[in-house]
């Protein structure tokens, strides 16, 4: 997992809340001093019956963060098919992204 307390603490409760298939570090942005001041992370979900935009609305009415955060999250199914198109930005995050829990796909 990265070093930083706060990707992690974040990564640890979307585990608790929707139990993924991966987390995978997209970016995070220090700033001058070296604090980190944002970050992105890519959620890959079991196909369900629950809709994207619902567990991603539910997702951030549970987790606080001091830092401000983002999350993209892909059904499993989505991912599977974009994930290896070149140039798609599933494609870019499964290649330049740091897999922070669970395994490359």
């Not at 991966?22 to 970016?27: P, T």
């Not at 220090?30 to 019956?49: A, H, M, Q, W, Y």
């Not at 549970?62 to 199914?77: A, C, F, N, R, W």
Request: proline share 3%; with cysteine.
């Amino acid at each position: 997992m990265s070093d930083n307390q706060s990707i992690n603490r974040i990564a640890e409760e979307v585990r608790r809340l929707c139990e993924p298939q991966s987390i995978i570090l997209v970016s995070n942005k220090v700033n001058t001093d070296g604090e980190l001041v944002s970050f992105k992370l890519v959620v890959i979900v079991p196909d369900g019956d629950e809709s994207v935009a619902d567990l991603e609305c539910r997702l951030y009415m549970q987790i606080d963060s001091e830092i401000p955060y983002d999350l993209v999250l892909y059904k499993q199914s989505e991912w599977d098919a974009f994930k290896d198109d070149v140039g798609s930005f599933a494609w870019k995050i499964n290649n330049t992204g740091a897999y922070i829990y669970g395994e490359k796909l």
